[in-house]
């Protein structure tokens, strides 16, 4: 008996458990027809530490190796909102990613990058509306249109609630400034991912799969549910949303899990916000290999595990994707351990054959089973949460947190008591570490990145400063949209704290009551 080949679409045989083509609504086999067979997904590799020049640097070097997009990570006082001369910036500036102050560190940070051909994440959250105006002024002042510009500024920041801590702002205020991004971007910047709603950093806290799933989609039902509030059409901003996902190491549930994300949030703007244009309807996602799964001993054991985390994220379907580089357990990578990561996601793209048909694992009894299950017990999970009041009331409440928690201590006693075996950890031990040669922090660029920022605040018009940023307190004060007032305190040379500190001012900052 012959065997019925694959159809050029992707279009799986006739199986009991899936007809569904690639491309089709609800999307669980892929968002397109031809899946990687006509573009591959986006590599990225997240980098920035030191200073904007030692960072530009390494996107200079991973863009010569054959990255398609970069990943900007920023220092810890960028995050919340402190300038790097702030004494509460203190020994964490370029500690753990790039440190952005003003225009004048955004404009060596993209040094000699062609900002209309190059896409660009930046991971930032609660001052996202100000990272992206840093970011479109100096795109513009260099010939760049913001109706050019592609890329993604994460704005996740019920997840910083959840699983990251670096918020500012209580929820209600900061979810403002979210869907004031939605709203500008959506004139202004059509190219623009608004947001990536972020299941990877739920997943790093400690949560199961169905949980990284049901937390995700719950923030992004939030969201969305914000901003039709506000007005907005969802059939327009929606086209623009997009998340990013973690992949861990249960190899067969993690591409189950990318295949239920796609079908649910595709049936819940169907179903529940009425959408009908499809590319509303898309889940399109980054991928991040675990960081948690990312051992200190024995580390080039965490080559395999990234591969195999990669090939569960191409195999599921992938938009784009980072490899995590072998010593990122110890420290922030090298240029040699970069590019094995990024070398990685080039072996299995060009070599493995995997990209030559959409979803190959379609019909596979377990993954089919594996896939229902998930978003069944995902769909569970939200329905809680919406009889809660909706993922903003589930978080203040701690429960969202409560939940993730536990799944963290369970999984911890699983490994000290070795029913988990993590290779090298708990079982296969050596005794002897190799020495090591990890990547350093420059103590003496990032003492000259302080007197820059100080020299830049002692040479510019502090009266004009203080009249935008006068005329942004009001503005908090009112409804409107605050991305015009914050681009034009951008453009008269306030910095990312000064801007800080005038929400700050207006919204208060959020503790937790639970």
Not at 129 to 144: H, Q
Not at 245 to 250: E, T
Not at 387 to 403: R, S, T, Y
Not at 493 to 503: P, Q, R, Y
């Amino acid at each position: 008996m012959l065997i019925k080949p694959l159809k050029k679409t992707g279009e799986c045989p006739d199986h009991p458990m899936k007809k569904e083509a690639p491309g089709k609504y609800p999307f669980t086999r892929g968002l397109y027809s031809e899946m990687y067979r006509k573009k591959l997904w986006t590599m990225r590799q997240y980098a920035g530490f030191t200073t904007a020049e030692e960072s530009n640097k390494r996107f200079q070097y991973l863009l010569d190796h054959g990255v398609t997009g970069l990943s900007v990570a920023f220092d810890l006082p960028t995050q919340i909102g402190y300038d790097s001369d702030n004494s509460m910036a203190e020994g964490e500036v370029g500690k753990v990613g790039v440190p952005v102050t003003s225009r004048r560190e955004i404009g060596l940070l993209f040094d000699n990058i062609p900002l209309d051909k190059v896409s660009v994440s930046m991971t930032i959250n609660a001052t996202a509306a100000t990272l992206l105006a840093l970011y479109i002024v100096t795109a513009e002042e260099r010939g760049f249109p913001a109706s050019k510009l592609r890329g993604t500024i994460q704005n996740d920041i019920l997840k910083e609630f959840i699983a990251r801590g670096t918020y500012i702002y209580p929820p209600e205020h900061s979810m403002r400034l979210v869907t004031d991004v939605f709203e500008f971007c959506s004139n202004h910047i059509p190219n623009w991912n608004t947001i990536s709603i972020s299941g990877y950093h739920i997943r790093e806290a400690g949560s199961t799969a169905a949980q990284e799933l049901a937390f995700t989609i719950a923030d992004g039902i939030a969201y969305v549910q914000t901003a039709v509030d506000r007005g907005l059409d969802c059939n327009k901003f929606g086209k623009r949303l997009s998340f990013f996902f973690n992949a861990h190491n249960d190899f067969l549930t993690e591409i189950a899990k990318f295949r239920a994300a796609r079908r649910l949030w595709a049936t819940i703007m169907k179903e529940r916000f009425g959408v009908t244009n499809e590319k509303a309807l898309h889940c399109r996602f980054h991928v991040q290999t675990g960081g948690s799964t990312l051992a200190a001993k024995q580390i080039e054991n965490n080559v395999v595990r990234t591969t195999i985390q990669a090939m569960s994220a191409v195999l599921g379907g992938t938009q784009s994707l980072h490899t995590n580089s072998k010593d990122e357990a110890l420290s922030l990578p090298t240029d040699e351990n970069v590019r094995l990561a990024l070398r990685t996601q080039q072996i299995i793209a060009y070599e493995s054959g995997m990209t030559n048909h959409p979803d190959p694992l379609a019909g596979s009894y377990v993954i089919e089973e594996l896939t229902d299950k998930l978003e069944s017990e995902a769909r569970q999970l939200i329905q809680e949460i919406d009889n809660l009041g909706g993922a903003v009331k589930a978080i203040e409440a701690g429960w969202i947190q409560n939940q993730i928690a536990r799944s963290a201590y369970d999984y911890q006693q699983k490994v000290d008591s070795k029913k988990h075996v993590v290779v090298g950890v708990n079982r296969f031990q050596e005794d002897a570490p190799k020495e090591l040669d990890l990547q350093s922090i420059d103590t003496d660029a990032v003492k000259e990145q302080i007197k820059a920022v100080k020299k830049f605040k002692q040479g510019r018009d502090n009266n004009q400063v203080k009249n935008h940023l006068d005329k942004l307190e009001t503005g908090a004060r009112g409804n409107d949209n605050l991305l015009p007032l914050i681009i034009k305190c951008v453009k008269n040379d306030c910095t990312m704290g000064e801007i800080a500190d005038t929400f700050r001012t207006v919204f208060g900052e959020y503790s937790p009551t639970f």
